[in-house]
């Protein structure tokens, strides 16, 4: 059960505990004791980029946190598939498209969610596993997509319920003008604009379609004529969340509480917007005496890079790069040190995110490059380098807030 640090170093110093976990910090008893349990809440704070959690116990915040999550998986998908398409065209023996004997299985979810999803409920079950005795309080917001776009939508058509097509509800959104110069209908034909390209991640939604004239259209792209569209907005936070609620229901034995609710609790607490205070507003505590001075801020990185060069060959040689070398991506260890080591150098912390020779690249935890000063290069010799402690694919750092 919760103890104060000072307790707690002299049952470490006494051997009557050990170490169970740096990141929460976390010791076991050695020896058997008396059945005396109190009880705690996990406050969950859901989220699609950000999780913020808390623990509590009776009116004191034990601990609190948030958590980053990837949002680079997408990206990192469709590089390689544009690594497998060049390399099946270049002169090798024919290799069939995988893809086709793969068939999706039941429940199957985009990587970039069901990553996102793992991820939440690794930390929840991490969490439930320190503590024993407590309750999930686990915050999740409900949203109704059609009706973000719409209130007076009905919830079993559409926003194309009644229209022959795509093209037939622009012409009567837009009251039969182009949204480039603003003329009606010129004889010619109507096109299809998509204000967020579809290879930079547009969707086929109507929000991101604009009604434009053929010739307006061809202008556009060609550059000759200038226009702004408002950017359509974009739900796939409020879909991942929908998800979200649906898979932890079904996974965890918890209670589940919504956004409007936590919004009112934490401002009886007195406590600023942020996702670590939401999720101590959604533990339940309805009055904190003690509150700790510093969050533990963890951020999930990439582990290991598959590729096994670079996509393009290096530049800038004295020689002419004429057998197109490039430099090896996948370097893992160098000298005693590995991907993701927690390092200091020049008095900052940060960590290893590649290696280059006798010299490495290191990463703050805001993704900042923390160079050497006078010098032309990000590298940074591994002499300089103090080693902290090895790292898997989760970084951990204490960041001091004012309460």
């Not at 469709?78 to 023996?93: A, I, L, N, P």
């Not at 963890?298 to 290991?304: D, E, G, N, P, S």
């Not at 080591?341 to 490059?369: L, P, Q, R, T």
Request: proline fraction near 2%; hydrophobic fraction near 30%.
């Amino acid at each position: 059960m919760p103890c104060s640090q000072r307790k707690a170093r002299l049952l470490l110093k006494q051997n009557k505990a050990k170490i169970y976990s740096y990141n929460p910090f976390s010791i076991q008893l050695l020896k058997q004791t008396g059945e005396s349990i109190q009880e705690c809440n996990i406050g969950i704070n859901t989220g699609y980029r950000y999780m913020g959690f808390a623990i509590t116990s009776s009116n004191k915040v034990l601990i609190k946190g948030e958590i980053e999550l990837r949002n680079n998986i997408k990206e990192l998908l469709f590089s390689r598939k544009e690594y497998r398409r060049t390399r099946r065209s270049r002169k090798t023996r024919y290799r069939q498209a995988r893809w086709k004997n793969r068939a999706r299985k039941i429940g199957w979810l985009a990587p970039s969610i069901q990553s996102k999803i793992d991820n939440e409920i690794f930390w929840v079950n991490k969490l439930k596993y320190l503590l024993p005795n407590y309750n999930l309080i686990v915050g999740i917001g409900k949203f109704d997509t059609q009706r973000l776009i719409n209130p007076d939508v009905d919830n079993k058509h559409g926003d194309l319920y009644g229209y022959e097509n795509v093209k037939a509800y622009l012409i009567t959104r837009e009251n039969n003008k182009c949204q480039i110069c603003g003329k009606t209908y010129d004889g010619l034909g109507w096109r299809i604009h998509h204000k967020k390209e579809r290879n930079k991640g547009g969707s086929n939604r109507v929000e991101n379609l604009a009604l434009v004239h053929e010739q307006c259209h061809k202008d556009f792209h060609a550059g000759l004529i200038k226009k702004k569209f408002r950017k359509p907005k974009e739900y796939k936070e409020t879909t991942f969340m929908n998800i979200l609620k649906q898979r932890i229901i079904s996974i965890l034995n918890c209670t589940v509480t919504y956004g409007y609710i936590t919004k009112i609790d934490r401002q009886n607490l007195k406590l600023d917007k942020s996702q670590y205070n939401d999720a101590i507003a959604i533990s339940g505590i309805k009055e904190i005496k003690e509150n700790c001075n510093d969050i533990l801020y963890i951020k999930q990185a990439r582990k290991k890079k598959r590729s096994l060069h670079e996509g393009t060959a290096r530049k800038g040689r004295k020689e002419p790069n004429r057998q197109s070398k490039r430099n090896s991506k996948n370097t893992k260890c160098s000298h005693g040190f590995y991907l993701n080591d927690k390092v200091e150098v020049f008095g900052k912390v940060g960590w290893i995110s590649g290696f280059a020779g006798y010299e490495c690249y290191i990463k703050d935890i805001s993704d900042n490059y923390i160079v050497t000063q006078n010098k032309a290069g990000k590298g940074v010799s591994l002499k300089l380098l103090k080693l902290i402690n090895h790292n898997n694919n989760w970084k951990y750092t204490y960041k001091q807030i004012n309460i």
